[in-house]
């Protein structure tokens, strides 16, 4: 479980993120949803340590993560995965030591026992033969893929992802959501999405937390989301006339089902 | 107020990258990376600078002596003390704040714009101990070889250009090498490379380290980088000179 306790961040004397608590699902898919400048990816920020929050605390498995010492973080720190909205692949290594790297530096494993890893993580998200490629040779969509291969390649507790579909074709984006899906499922990872994606919402998000100005603004589930009241939430998801009917044909469909 | 903010800046860098390394395999084999890097990225225009540095020595020492009673020898011991003194560790480490301290503040620069700095902290690794302490062992390690190396190509450069105009003989030169010869001088260098080495790679990691924004702040750190480090380069010969000379 990750709990973020009335957490407040600012910068130049603005506060970005303003008393925001709430606790993130065991095991699910949890999306922090909003519109860019909501303050999605200073929250996310906050919650791995990369910003302390001016105010409030961050607790994973009920564990205070913001009073830790930096040797303390690193336990939890092994435990986390992320994927960078830019995949913050190291462009210096190709694809197969951007994934040995965390490998390397924590496991006492046989080089040959490393390399099967790798494989098998490249292989698991359909990357078969791109070992020897440096980043720059590779599309936006693989490049999310390896971050991803890197960030679960040491059995994570904890996935962050950082609007993993950013720049990405919607055939693209469907892949990588189902991939984010799957894998929480498969390795029972509790994940973490940041996205202004509706159809991540509707087809991952088994929680969703709604940012507005940098403040919580809503938070429930994908099917809370459809019979939501939230004007400012309605506003944001139900955007265009197509999705105002999908949302309609939606709400038919979950009243028939109960 | 900024100038204070940059200096306790750099002190908790500095303080900040002393830590346990994670695994001490991979940090070697990111020092060994980082000595060829810095060494052998350098060494041809070290090479270069070098010997036509102590060519235009020779040509311009000999020019400047035209007294018939100061014996030829002395433009080797001129050639010799200037090149040693001077010319290997303070020229040869401003070029190098060019070609190693842009290059270190330009790559750190983009590791933080494109989040690899981050990906290293959410890993667990102290980015600042990975990327910063070896890149100025490495520094510590390689430009006082480069400075070495430097007065060696410069005087034989020297010696080279000498004999070639037909200023003096190489039998004369290398008779003037000897004379007058203070071990004391190498020393001397030797500190002025090892305070310049700290100097390159640590200032260059800190601008670079500390780059917020986008491809344009990494330019402008990698240039502030640059004519930080000229300027204290120039500061600490000037103290190193005062103190020990």
């Known amino acids: ?258 | 107020m900024k100038l204070f903010s940059e200096i306790g800046g750099y002190c908790l860098m500095i303080k900040g990258m002393f830590s346990k390394p994670e695994n001490k395999k991979v940090y070697w084999n990111e020092l060994m990376h980082q000595c060829s890097e810095i060494g052998i990225g350098a060494l041809g225009i070290v090479a270069i600078i070098s010997v036509f540095m102590g060519a235009v020595s020779t040509i311009q020492t000999a020019y400047q002596l035209v007294s018939p009673f100061i014996p030829l020898s002395t433009i080797a011991q001129v050639v010799r003390d200037t090149v040693i003194l001077e010319f290997a560790p303070t020229l040869v480490c401003i070029v190098l704040a060019g070609v190693i301290g842009g290059k270190i503040a330009s790559e750190l620069g983009n590791m933080r714009v494109s989040e690899q700095i981050d990906a290293l902290e959410i890993m667990g690794i102290n980015s600042k101990t990975f990327l910063i302490f070896p890149k100025i062992i490495a520094a510590l390690l390689v430009i006082p070889i480069l400075v070495i190396i430097a007065a060696v190509l410069g005087i034989m450069g020297g010696r080279t250009a000498g004999i070639m105009v037909g200023i003096i003989s190489g039998y004369t030169f290398d008779h003037g090498l000897m004379e007058g010869f203070l071990p004391y001088n190498v020393f001397f260098a030797l500190t002025k490379a090892y305070t310049f080495a700290f100097i390159i790679a640590s200032i260059s990691c800190f601008y670079g380290y500390n780059v917020k924004g986008g491809s344009l702040e990494i330019g402008k750190a990698s240039t502030k980088a640059v004519v930080v480090i000229c300027i204290l380069i120039l500061l600490a010969d000037y103290l190193l000179a005062s103190l020990l000379l």
């Open chain 1, 1 to 258: 479980m990750i709990e973020a306790k009335n957490i407040v961040k600012g910068f130049d004397e603005r506060n970005v993120i303003n008393n925001v608590s709430t606790i993130l699902k065991t095991g699910q898919c949890n999306l922090i949803i909003g519109a860019s400048g909501s303050g999605k990816t200073v929250l996310m920020k906050c919650m791995v340590g990369l910003y302390e929050p001016d105010q409030g605390e961050i607790f994973y498995g009920g564990q205070n993560f913001t009073n830790m010492s930096f040797k303390e973080r690193t336990v939890i720190r092994k435990e986390i995965g992320m994927l960078f909205q830019g995949s913050a692949l190291f462009d210096s290594m190709t694809v197969e030591q951007n994934i040995l790297f965390p490998l390397n530096m924590f496991t006492d494993l046989s080089y040959k026992e490393k390399l099967k890893r790798v494989n098998e993580v490249l292989d698991r998200v359909n990357l078969n033969a791109t070992n020897k490629k440096y980043p720059s040779a590779l599309s936006g969509g693989m490049k999310k893929r390896v971050g991803i291969a890197r960030a679960i390649v040491l059995n994570p507790k904890y996935l962050f992802c950082d609007e993993p579909n950013s720049g990405l074709d919607p055939q693209t984006s469907l892949v990588i959501d189902q991939l984010i899906k799957d894998l929480t499922e498969e390795y029972k990872i509790t994940t973490v999405v940041n996205t202004h994606d509706m159809n991540s919402v509707m087809e991952i998000g088994n929680f969703i937390v709604y940012m507005h100005q940098g403040k919580k603004e809503w938070e429930g589930s994908n099917k809370e989301i459809i019979f939501s009241k939230n004007k400012l939430l309605n506003d944001f998801i139900f955007a265009s006339e197509f999705l105002k009917d999908a949302k309609e044909k939606r709400m038919t469909e979950e009243t028939q089902k109960q």
